[in-house]
T-cell receptor, first 114, second 111 residues
Framework: DTGVSQDPRHKITKRGQNVTFRCDPI?????LYWYRQTLGQGPEFLTY????????KSRLLSDRFSAERPKGSFSTLEIQRTEQGDSAMYLC????????????FGPGTRLTVL | DQQVKQNSPSLSVQEGRISILNCDYT??????FLWYKKYPAEGPTFLIS?????DKNEDGRFTVFLNKSAKHLSLHIVPSQPGDSAVYFC??????????FGKGTKLSVKP
């Protein structure tokens, strides 16, 4: 396994459009996390899954955002009616429940909303 | 309200010398503390971690120190190498599962 992968790496969209990102975690990891990073800031937590269950959501995750992990493997993050303020790097990470402190990150999806 | 502070946005060090990166936090509820390194256009890469019951953890050139009474975390890199030039983030984790990151310190190691 080569690590966490994310697709696409870059996405440019117009304001008001919907976008969906995909994350494939390290195969033996049952925890999956989504973070958002803007310029000059560290990653900010959005939500996380243990297997297919979404266990925690940040207040940053407005009702325009939805995340799923239907089979406990890959996950998708959808943003509806995008706004310019949604422009950021969206990072996915995974870890095992036996070592939750070590989260391994993917390369991220850079979203630009015009 | 910033729970994790990296007060130095940048640090410049000569190759071969020690790099010391610092991090302060306000909440004592965290169980573990981590350092990540990030190159441009890549995701953060895990470097080293320490649990709240320890005060030092070492891995090769990287050592993390935890001072719980001062709520202070530091990363020592010795000797520093040009390839260490990157942005370093400290992160704090607890039983909830998510990590809380600082804003990062950009380290430049000059040959």
């Amino acid at each position: 396994d080569t690590g966490v992968s994310q697709d696409p790496r870059h996405k440019i969209t117009k304001r008001g459009q919907n976008v969906t990102f995909r994350c494939d975690p390290i195969s033996e990891h049952n925890r999956l996390y989504w973070y958002r990073q803007t310029l000059g800031q560290g990653p900010e937590f959005l939500t996380y899954f243990q297997n297919e269950a979404q266990l925690e959501k940040s207040r940053l995750l407005s009702d325009r955002f939805s995340a799923e992990r239907p089979k406990g493997s890959f996950s998708t993050l959808e943003i509806q009616r995008t706004e310019q303020g949604d422009s950021a790097m969206y990072l996915c990470a995974s870890s095992s429940s036996t070592a939750p402190d070590t989260q391994y990150f993917g390369p991220g999806t850079r979203l630009t909303v015009l | 309200d910033q729970q994790v502070k990296q007060n130095s946005p940048s640090l410049s060090v000569q190759e071969g010398r020690i790099s010391i990166l610092n991090c302060d936090y306000t909440n004592s509820m965290f169980d573990y503390f981590l350092w990540y390194k990030k190159y441009p256009a890549e995701g953060p890469t895990f470097l080293i971690s320490i649990s709240s019951i320890k005060d030092k953890n070492e891995d090769g050139r990287f050592t993390v120190f935890l001072n719980k009474s001062a709520k202070h975390l530091s990363l020592h890199i010795v000797p520093s190498q040009p390839g260490d030039s990157a942005v370093y983030f400290c992160a704090l984790g607890g039983s909830q599962g998510n990590l809380i990151f600082g804003k990062g310190t950009k380290l430049s190691v000059k040959p």
